[in-house]
Nanobody
Framework: QVRLVESGGGLVQAGGSLRLSCSAS????????MGWFRHAPGKEREFVAS??????YYIDSVKGRFTISRDNAKNTVYLQMNSLKPEDTAVYYC???????????????????WGQGTQVTVSS
């Protein structure tokens, strides 16, 4: 059974940093695109970043502040979040999608598996 387990969330002051990790099991990690989404109260789930092969995408609001990376040997994807803002407060989810030609992995329906989420709270 495929499992995605996020960690690294927490409470941080504005301007601070957090590093989220997502460990995957029971899938051939290197053949999957990996992404991060977030869901804030009262808002729709939002794409944050994705990494598939050489392709990396970010939502505009996190460009220059967040970095997605992956270690295929450890079956883990990371999201380094710097210069955090209160509007980054949300539950962050990682997701895995089988690599398919033509996909950009910027929408939730392109992913096959999801983690349980980790809370990130940024205080002002």
């Amino acid at each position: 059974q495929v499992r995605l387990v996020e960690s690294g969330g927490g409470l941080v002051q504005a301007g601070g940093s957090l590093r989220l990790s997502c460990s995957a099991s029971e899938l051939t990690f290197s053949t999957y695109a990996m992404g991060w989404f977030r869901h804030a109260p009262g808002k729709e789930r939002e794409f944050v970043a994705s990494r598939s092969g050489a392709y990396t995408y970010y939502i505009d609001s996190v460009k220059g502040r967040f970095t997605i990376s992956r270690d295929n040997a450890k079956n883990t994807v990371y999201l380094q979040m710097n210069s955090l803002k209160p509007e980054d407060t949300a539950v962050y989810y990682c997701a895995a999608g089988r690599t398919r030609i033509g996909k950009t992995y910027r929408t939730g329906d392109e992913y096959d598996y999801w983690g349980q989420g980790t809370q990130v709270t940024v205080s002002s």
